[in-house]
């Protein structure tokens, strides 16, 4: 069995260093479930991380399991949301989906920095390769332009080999809201 290898960055911080044991039954914070508000709904067995995910992994071990929301599936990735034990948004991607082939990845930022940037993750390994950014409530996706694919009103992918287009703004519901695209993933 191989480690699952992680990339991860984000528009203002990178949450590859920070490894931190949430404890299960997290409760979401308000300030968190204000901003993304699919944080506030129960959560169902498919809002959970895979197994071969969920814990003894870098990615599993950074989220509380009890805060992971499933954003969607697209172009060979799946994608939840969740919150670490900072209380930082998460972005967490999935490529793969067995214990002998997979690569994960997930990248926060605090609910501050969230509302104006959202997250941005890019994870590459042999499964694939994936660029998603996770937004916050009220930001129009679709008006994001061209490159950029909707998979649920808070998770747009782009390209991971695509040159980054400049800055995009966009007014949303609590101000404007800036998209900055992350550099191309290296080619494995």
């Given at each position: 069995?191989?480690?699952?290898?992680?990339?991860?960055?984000?528009?203002?911080?990178?949450?590859?260093?920070?490894?931190?044991?949430a404890q299960a039954?997290?409760?979401?914070?308000?300030?968190?479930?204000g901003?993304?508000?699919?944080?506030?709904?129960?959560?169902?067995?498919?809002?959970?991380?895979?197994a071969?995910?969920?814990?003894?992994?870098?990615?599993?071990?950074?989220?509380?399991?009890?805060?992971?929301?499933?954003?969607?599936?697209?172009?060979g990735?799946?994608?939840?949301?969740?919150?670490d034990?900072?209380?930082?948004?998460?972005?967490?991607?999935?490529?793969?989906?067995?214990?002998?082939?997979?690569?994960?990845?997930?990248?926060?930022?605090?609910?501050?920095?969230?509302?104006?940037?959202?997250?941005?993750?890019?994870?590459?390994?042999?499964?694939?390769?994936?660029?998603?950014y996770?937004?916050?409530?009220?930001?129009?996706?679709?008006?994001?332009?061209?490159?950029?694919?909707?998979?649920?009103?808070?998770?747009?992918?782009s390209?991971?080999?695509?040159?980054?287009?400049?800055?995009?703004?966009?007014?949303?519901t609590n101000?404007?809201?800036?998209?900055?695209?992350?550099a191309?993933?290296?080619?494995?």
């Amino acid at each position: 069995m191989r480690k699952a290898l992680i990339l991860a960055a984000a528009t203002t911080a990178i949450g590859l260093s920070l490894v931190a044991t949430a404890q299960a039954g997290t409760a979401v914070p308000e300030d968190v479930a204000g901003h993304l508000s699919l944080m506030s709904q129960g959560q169902a067995a498919a809002d959970q991380l895979p197994a071969f995910v969920s814990a003894g992994t870098e990615v599993g071990d950074l989220v509380a399991p009890a805060t992971t929301r499933l954003l969607g599936s697209a172009s060979g990735g799946t994608y939840w949301s969740g919150i670490d034990a900072g209380g930082r948004l998460c972005l967490i991607t999935v490529i793969g989906d067995t214990a002998a082939d997979f690569v994960a990845g997930a990248s926060c930022a605090p609910p501050s920095e969230f509302t104006g940037k959202g997250v941005g993750l890019q994870v590459a390994g042999p499964p694939g390769a994936s660029e998603a950014y996770l937004l916050p409530d009220g930001v129009p996706a679709s008006r994001l332009g061209d490159g950029y694919t909707v998979v649920s009103p808070n998770l747009v992918l782009s390209d991971p080999a695509a040159e980054p287009a400049a800055p995009r703004g966009v007014a949303g519901t609590n101000g404007t809201f800036t998209l900055s695209d992350l550099a191309p993933t290296p080619v494995r």
